[in-house]
């Protein structure tokens, strides 16, 4: 039978791949999308589309 390790890893909280962090980044910066394309809709008056020289016939 295998002996157990005595000893625990530490484990290093990273900035990188996928993590609490940069989850939450994710979504805030998807937030702030969104509310900027809602109000550049309100103040022009047409859609992102529409702005983006896409026009649906």
């Keep these: 039978m295998a002996k157990q390790p005595t000893v625990q890893p530490k484990l290093v909280v990273t900035r990188f791949g ?3 962090f940069a989850e939450q980044l ?3 910066a ?3 999308g969104f509310a ?3 109000i550049i809709e309100f ?3 047409q ?3 529409a702005l983006a020289g896409i026009h649906f016939n």
Excluded: C, H
Aim: net charge positive.
């Design 36 to 38: 900027a394309l809602v």
């Design 30 to 32: 998807a937030m702030i």
């Design 18 to 20: 996928f993590n609490r």
């Design 43 to 45: 103040l022009t008056g």
């Design 26 to 28: 994710n979504g805030r």
């Design 47 to 49: 859609s992102p589309f």
